[in-house]
């Protein structure tokens, strides 16, 4: 059964504040009759499947948009060439979300490695002036 443009009122107002009273009153809810009115709609099945629905598609584009967001992020820092902790971490992040570390098998490599202390030491590379090279 579909909602009445009252109820669909209940129900975006609700979701704006999470107020059912106020989201009763101003759906054109009576002041005496809001408090009631709005318990009620909560436990209607169409009223819930409505709340739920909206909150999915929502949260659905919020989380995608985030994912890209995120993804961004990554990349940034793994172009990093100065924080390299960082970007291991981000190569982990990538591979994680990804699945890649499924898709090629090392899924117990990398929990074995996560549950241990691992050590990474990057020595500075001589510059091409400090080990004689011109260029010619």
């Known amino acids: 059964m579909a ?4 109820q669909e009122a209940f129900c975006l107002a609700y979701l704006l504040n999470r107020d059912a009273k106020a989201a009763a009153l ?3 809810y009576s002041e005496n009759y809001a408090a009631k009115k709005a318990y009620a709609l909560l436990q209607k099945e ?3 499947s409505f709340i739920e629905e909206a909150e999915r598609e929502y949260f659905s584009g919020r989380f995608a948009k985030l994912a890209i967001k995120s993804m961004n992020t990554l990349e940034e820092i793994l172009d990093d060439p100065y924080d390299s902790r960082s970007r291991l971490a981000a190569i982990k992040e990538i ?7 499924r898709k090629l098998g090392i899924v117990s490599e ?4 996560s549950s241990q202390n691992v050590h990474i030491v ?3 590379v001589p510059s091409r002036k400090e080990l004689g090279e011109t260029d010619e």
């Open 95 to 101: 591979f994680t979300y990804y699945g890649l570390e």
């Open 26 to 28: 101003g759906a054109g």
């Open 3 to 6: 909602l009445t443009s009252k």
């Open 110 to 113: 990398a929990e074995e490695v």
């Open 46 to 48: 169409e009223v819930k």
């Open 122 to 124: 990057f020595n500075e």
